[in-house]
């Protein structure tokens, strides 16, 4: 499919998972243990797409989340979080931040996890979107 790139960014900071609701005295509620993540990621967005108009039609968008550990870089990081609960927390960031206006537009994902090892460098997530071109 011709996807073309809208724009690639690094996001500093531990990837953390879009936790579950709970549910407490009758009433859901999120708890708060990725607001720090997502807000970090939002930031970076915004910071990226200034000027930019929102992405309209269907998106693709590749994660690769790096973790703190000490295997060699490059190893497939295979503990917890979840890839998927990982993605819907860089998802509902860029949400937030207005790279598209819903993340249901998103048609491609590929998210992957690895170990920055000591020598490879930063914790946190390289984020590439691109667009459908017709």
Same mark, same amino acid.
């Given at each position: 499919?011709?996807?073309?790139?809208?724009?690639?960014?690094?996001?500093e900071g531990l990837?953390?998972?879009?936790?579950?609701?709970?549910?407490?005295?009758?009433? @859901?509620?999120?708890?708060?243990?990725? !607001?720090?993540?997502?807000?970090?990621?939002?930031?970076?967005?915004?910071?990226?797409?200034?000027?930019?108009?929102?992405?309209?039609?269907?998106?693709?968008?590749?994660?690769?989340?790096?973790?703190?550990?000490?295997?060699?870089?490059?190893?497939?990081?295979?503990k917890t979080p979840?890839?998927?609960?990982? @993605?819907?927390?860089?998802? !509902?960031?860029?949400?937030?931040?207005?790279?598209? @206006? !819903? !993340?249901?537009?998103?048609?491609?994902?590929?998210?992957?996890?690895?170990?920055?090892?000591? @020598?490879?460098?930063?914790?946190?997530?390289?984020?590439?979107?691109?667009?459908?071109?017709?």
């Amino acid at each position: 499919m011709p996807w073309t790139e809208a724009t690639s960014f690094f996001v500093e900071g531990l990837p953390k998972a879009q936790p579950r609701p709970r549910f407490s005295r009758g009433h @859901a509620y999120n708890p708060s243990s990725a !607001d720090g993540w997502k807000a970090a990621v939002e930031v970076a967005a915004r910071e990226h797409f200034k000027g930019r108009k929102p992405l309209e039609g269907p998106v693709t968008l590749h994660l690769l989340c790096f973790f703190p550990g000490i295997k060699k870089g490059g190893e497939w990081h295979t503990k917890t979080p979840d890839v998927d609960n990982v @993605a819907k927390a860089i998802m !509902d960031a860029l949400t937030a931040a207005g790279v598209w @206006a !819903d !993340d249901s537009q998103v048609a491609e994902l590929h998210v992957s996890k690895a170990y920055t090892g000591k @020598a490879m460098g930063k914790v946190g997530a390289a984020i590439g979107l691109g667009e459908w071109t017709e």
